[in-house]
């Protein structure tokens, strides 16, 4: 069976007055990513994954954050760039399994929205999809809501 597995890791600072959004869904709170893009930790961890998977390095040498062209770019460009990457080299994504790290707010309500989201950026079906969300217990720059994480596992199949 000729498979390949792939890891992906982003954080951003919070700041007052930004937008916070997962997965191209708004989180409706007072503070968001301080990125130079949109600041999308969840879309910036799964490109990561998918690049990692393919060994074609990751997010930053196919998208410069000193680019000008990247600035405030909605990521779903980024994912989608990494998901065409996959089906020219002759794999699909068998699932994708993420975890977003932010104290608060909860974010159980947007599940199925951030969950559908990560899946229409990747044209799969939301079965493939999984996300799931923890705080930092209070503890480091997470649990003081200074920071937020989110990590991604992509399994990718041959076609
Ligand atoms: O971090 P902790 O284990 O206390 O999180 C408990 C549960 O709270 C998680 O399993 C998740 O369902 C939910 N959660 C959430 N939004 C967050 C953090 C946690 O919905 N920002
Ligand atoms: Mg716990």
């Given at each position: 069976m000729d498979v390949r597995i792939g890891l992906g890791w982003d954080n951003h600072r919070l700041a007052e007055g930004r937008t916070l959004v997962l997965a191209g869904v708004r989180v409706p709170c007072g503070f968001g990513f301080d990125a130079h893009s949109d600041g999308d930790i969840l879309l910036h961890a799964v490109t990561d994954a998918l690049l990692g998977a393919l060994a074609l390095g990751d997010i930053g040498m196919h998208f410069?954050?000193?680019?000008?062209?990247?600035?405030?770019?909605?990521?779903a460009v980024f994912v989608r760039h990494a998901a065409s990457l996959v089906r020219q080299r002759g794999y699909r994504i068998g699932n994708v399994d993420a975890t977003v790290i932010l104290q608060?707010?909860?974010l159980g309500d947007l599940r199925e929205a951030i969950r559908s989201g990560l899946a229409a950026a990747l044209e799969?079906?939301?079965?493939r999809v999984s996300v799931k969300f923890k705080t930092?217990?209070?503890?480091?720059p997470v649990g003081e809501g200074r920071s937020a994480e989110a990590q991604a596992a992509v399994l990718l199949v041959r076609d």
């Open positions: 410069p954050d000193t680019d000008p062209r990247w600035k405030g770019c909605d990521s608060r707010p909860k799969l079906e939301p079965e930092a217990e209070k503890v480091g």
